[in-house]
């Protein structure tokens, strides 16, 4: 009887309830736009300069890498970010 | 390495269908509810007493960075042991790690003091490569003692600590090099007009508090969403009581992991060059 009350109160959304899910998808799904756009721009130009100076594959993949573990981290502030509304807001 | 070549291949098939009785026969764990708090809170293996704020237990996050020391420790001993001149094996795969380190990693990014900062560099990389590796490895450190991946460094705690170490070091760096006061003055751009000098300034400031959160949110992030994902695969394959499906869905998973082998790798890597580039950065003379 208490896991039926318990399920019945989590079935029925309050206002607050729907804005915090609301505001969880929108965080993720809007915060990935930009790194994946900086993302694209950062490893096209890091392949057009690879294809024009082959024999510095090397360095340029290296400076890639590190680009992209600085860009990766925004949409990860993102995904924690909307971890943060799910289970840590009530 | 020629022993194992010498072992028939019926051996290998011999022992995987041994692995996989002994997996069936481990122990289930059932959950009634899915609470998703509950999954996140450590319950301490040992427990020991609280001093102050610190509470001294033993958790799982504990061990596994014990088992790291232990894994970098047994392995740098026995390596240093059996170095030969012709080396092999083992000894070219710790050479290829230490020279990506020092070239790679120190000797790449920072100009200056490279030799004096490359200890902790490349102590940095090595643990946080294995954290994250062993974090790939299932270990009976579920409850009920079943079999479950769990990695230190998708824990907060942890990269706050290596992140912390880092922001110390690169103070530590600034000062020990240009004093305190000449760090500080480090931080103004000189030919910048006066009212941008203290925006400046200030933004310098706060970036440089700014990158223990980056840091440390980026390798736990990356951790803890790489499992996260895993589990939900993995769990996808069964769900939806269908064997091509599953089929499928297990390859994925598989795909998926050796995935996470590579983010491993790469955080690692990531964690090391930017401390490198932060302690450069405090090193260096012209702004």
Not at chain 1, 12 to 18: R, Y
Not at chain 2, 118 to 140: D, E, H, W
Not at chain 2, 143 to 163: D, S
Not at chain 2, 229 to 256: D, K, N, P, R
Request: net charge positive; glycine share 8%.
């Amino acid at each position: 009887m208490n896991v039926a009350a318990i399920v019945i109160a989590a079935a029925e959304p309050t206002l607050a309830q729907a804005a915090r899910l609301l505001g969880a998808g929108l965080a993720i799904g809007l915060g990935v736009i930009g790194p994946g756009v900086g993302l694209g721009i950062m490893i096209g130009s890091a392949l057009q300069s690879i294809a024009r100076q082959p024999e510095l594959s090397g360095d340029i993949r290296t400076n890639m890498f590190i680009g992209i573990g600085i860009i990766e981290a925004l949409a990860l502030y993102a995904f924690v970010v909307s971890l943060i509304l799910l289970f840590v807001v009530k | 390495m020629s022993v194992l070549r010498r072992i028939p291949v019926w051996v290998w098939a011999l022992f995987v269908l041994g692995f996989l009785v002994l997996l069936s026969l481990a122990p289930r764990g059932h959950k009634e509810n899915f609470n998703v708090a509950d999954e996140f809170t450590l319950h301490p293996l040992i427990k020991l007493p609280k001093v102050g704020p610190i509470d001294f237990s033993v958790t799982k996050p504990v061990v596994y960075l014990w088992m790291t020391v232990a894994i970098i420790v047994v392995v740098a001993i026995v390596v240093s042991r059996i170095m030969k001149r012709r080396p092999g094996g083992l000894q070219v795969v710790i050479e290829t790690i230490y020279q990506l380190a020092y070239d790679g990693i120190a000797g790449s990014v920072m100009k200056t003091g490279i030799d004096s900062w490359f200890p902790y560099i490349g102590s940095a990389f090595i643990f946080v490569l294995i954290a994250n590796l062993i974090g790939l490895i299932p270990l009976p450190f579920g409850e009920h003692h079943q079999l479950a991946f769990y990695a230190a460094t998708g824990n907060l705690n942890v990269t706050i600590v290596l992140a912390l170490l880092t922001f110390v070091f690169t103070q530590y760096a600034g000062i020990h090099a240009k004093g305190g006061l000449g760090y500080v003055k480090s931080w103004i751009l000189p030919q910048a007009p006066p009212v941008l000098k203290q925006l400046i300034f200030v933004m310098h400031i706060i970036s440089e508090f700014f990158r223990i959160v980056s840091l440390s949110v980026r390798l736990f992030a990356n951790m803890l969403a790489g499992h996260a994902i895993l589990a939900v695969f993995f769990a996808m394959a069964l769900l939806f009581q269908s064997y091509l499906i599953g089929v499928v869905l297990q390859a994925g998973s598989i795909l998926l992991y050796l995935f996470e082998i590579f983010i491993a790798f790469i955080q690692a890597f990531i964690f090391a060059i930017l401390s490198a580039v932060y302690i450069g950065g405090a090193l260096e003379d012209e702004h």
